[in-house]
C-alpha cells in the first residue's frame, strides 16, 4: 500500500515542486493540498492521509496550531515539517504539538523520501542543525531522571530505531521497550516519540553527534 500524504504550502510552485517528487512513485500516493491551515483541516478531514507534509509559517493559522489540530482530528496521522525555519521558536511549539519530524526545505530528493517513510512508520525525524537547535537550549540535567536504561532507549529513538530494533540491540523485548517509553513519557511530560526526543535534547539529556 503506497504512503497517502497531502502537500501543505502556501507557495503554489513549492506544492508543485513536491508533488512532482512523489507523483510516479509507487510508494507514495499524493491523495491532496493546501495552501494554509484551515484548508490542511478540510482536505486532511476529507482524505485521511497518512502523512502530511506541511510548511511551518502559512496564512490565516501558526503552524503549531495547525498540527494541533490535525492530530486532534485525526491522532493516526503523521505530521512532517519541511521548512525554512530552522530556531527554536519555530521548532519547540512544532514537535510540542506532535509533529514526528522536522526537515529543512534545502534537504536533498533522496534523503525527504526517506524522511516521509520514516515518519510514516512513526519514526521521530530531525535535521541536523533542527537537533542542534535543540541541544542550544537551556540544559537542566536534574529536571528529570532517566534511569541508564531508559536514556538508551531513547537515544536509540532519536537515532530513528523502530521499537524492534530497539528492542534488538539492547536484548530486550518490544514489550519492555515499550513499558521504558511509557515511563519516559511520564517523566518528561509529554504523549509521543518526537516529544520525547525534543524535551530530552532540550533538557541536555541527549547530544547530537557534534557534541563529542
Do not use: C, W
Not at 507514495?28 to 486532511?44: I, K, N, S, T, Y
Not at 535535521?127 to 541541544?135: F, I, K, N, Q, W
Not at 524492534?164 to 540491540?169: C, I, L, M, S, Y
Request: no cysteine; proline share 5%; glycine share 8%.
Amino acid at each position: 500500500m503506497p504512503i497517502r500524504l497531502i502537500i501543505v504550502d502556501d507557495h503554489p510552485i513549492v506544492r508543485d515542486g513536491l508533488r512532482g517528487i512523489f507523483t510516479g512513485d509507487a510508494d507514495f500516493e499524493v491523495v491532496g493540498e493546501a495552501a494554509d491551515g484551515p484548508e490542511a483541516l478540510v482536505v486532511a478531514r476529507r482524505t485521511r492521509p497518512d502523512l502530511v507534509l506541511m510548511d511551518l509559517r502559512m496564512p490565516k493559522m501558526t503552524g503549531a496550531e495547525v498540527i494541533r489540530r490535525l492530530r486532534e482530528q485525526d491522532p493516526a496521522v503523521h505530521v512532517l515539517v519541511l521548512t525554512t525555519f530552522d530556531d527554536d521558536a519555530d521548532v519547540l511549539p512544532a514537535i510540542e504539538q506532535g509533529a514526528t519530524g522536522y526537515l529543512l526545505k534545502d534537504t536533498p530528493r533522496a534523503e525527504l523520501l526517506r524522511a516521509v517513510h520514516a515518519a510514516a512508520r512513526g519514526e521521530t525525524v530531525l535535521s541536523p542543525s533542527v537537533a542542534g537547535v535543540l541541544t542550544q537550549r537551556v540544559r537542566t540535567p536534574e529536571q528529570h531522571k532517566l534511569s541508564r536504561r531508559e536514556l538508551e532507549v531513547l537515544g536509540l529513538i532519536a537515532r530513528g530505531a523502530t521499537n524492534r530494533e530497539v528492542a534488538a540491540k539492547l536484548f530486550i523485548t518490544q514489550a519492555t521497550v515499550k513499558t521504558h517509553l511509557l515511563h519516559i513519557f511520564a517523566k518528561l511530560e509529554v504523549n509521543d516519540r518526537a516529544a520525547a526526543v525534543a524535551a530530552a535534547y532540550e533538557a541536555g539529556l541527549l547530544r547530537t553527534a557534534g557534541d563529542g
